[in-house]
Structures are given as C-alpha cells and as structure tokens.
C-alpha cells in the first residue's frame, strides 16, 4: 500500500467539495453570488451581452481572492502588506558601500590626535607629574 505525501507539507490543503479547498469553495460561491445578482440588476439595463462581460469583471476579484496566493500568503494578507509598504510606510532605501576598515582607522588616527592634545595640553599647563613630562621630552 502506498500513501502519497506531499514533498512540502505547509503546502498541503485539504479538498471539501469539488476538488476545492474550504477557502477556494467560499470565494467560488460568493463569486458566482455576486455574478448572479449583477447579472439580474443589469440585464434589463445593458442587455445580455453586456451584462455578461460586466458580471464576468464583477466576479473576477472575488475568485481570485479564494485561488491567489504569494510568496505563502492568500490574497487578502498580500494586499494588506502590501498597501503597508507602499502606500502607508513607504521608505526611500538608499544603498552604499561603506568601508569598515577606513572607518575604524579614522576613528584611531582622531583618538590618537585627541590623545596628544592632551598630552600637550597637560605639559603646557604644568599638570603633568615628573615621570609624564621627561617621558614626553
């Protein structure tokens, strides 16, 4: 007997009805929900064919909403981070290259100049003790 697994297990879905998972059912039907009313409020309006195609566009969201899926999300979590990043924190990201080692040896040469500022400072100022200034001479 053999029992077949999928190779990735967070993709595994379960099917309810029609091959269909629970969320794909439920988009299917509100979908096809949507498509009948239109398609009853605009036929006496636009005439048959028109009405067609517009109740086609008008279900079209709602049953991509139950099928789409990116980078692991459904629809609904894509377009709520997406909306977040674009629209209500969007962010200028600027890239450059920055060299640690030159930094680091800026950061050395200015504390080593801050160093014998000092040094002098003290010297000149006679507040060194004996050993610092014949160390300095």
């Not at 504390?111 to 003790?129: D, H, P, S, W």
Request: with cysteine; net charge positive.
């Amino acid at each position: 007997m053999e029992v077949k697994i999928n190779r990735e297990i967070r993709e595994y879905t379960e099917s309810i009805f029609f091959g269909l998972s629970m969320r794909q059912f439920i988009f299917s039907v509100i979908a096809c929900v949507v498509a009948v009313v239109t398609y009853i409020l605009l036929k006496p309006v636009l005439g048959l064919e028109v009405a067609s195609w517009v109740c086609i566009l008008c279900a079209f969201p709602f049953a991509l909403l139950g099928f789409l899926k990116y980078n692991g999300m459904p629809a609904e979590k894509f377009l709520i981070a997406w909306i977040k990043s674009e629209l209500l924190i969007p962010k200028k990201l600027v890239f450059g290259n920055t060299n640690l080692y030159s930094q680091l040896l800026e950061e050395a040469k200015k504390e080593e100049k801050r160093k014998r500022r000092r040094n002098m400072f003290r010297l000149r100022k006679g507040a060194g003790r004996v050993e610092d200034i014949k160390k300095h001479s």
